[in-house]
């Protein structure tokens, strides 16, 4: 399995509204931290994630969470 790229060291927060995300595993996508798309010549697919309430998400900036979509803080390792 291919690793995937890093897009950032570091989460991306957003307030989110509930609804359906779908978190780019690849890296390559230029919307992050969400799919565009850009894994279609990849082994990746994005991740479908839904939020139920309206809340702060620390959405995976590097792609390598043990917890993905979410950051775990594996970017201070890389």
Known sequence: ???????????????EKPGV??????????????????????EFTPVKTEITEEKKIAWCGCKHSGNKPFCDGTHKTL
């Open 21 to 42: 995300y779908y978190w780019c595993a690849c890296g390559r996508s230029s919307n992050q931290p969400f799919c565009n798309g850009a894994h279609k010549t990849t």
């Open 1 to 15: 399995m291919d690793n995937p790229e890093i897009a950032a060291k570091h989460p991306f927060v957003r307030d």
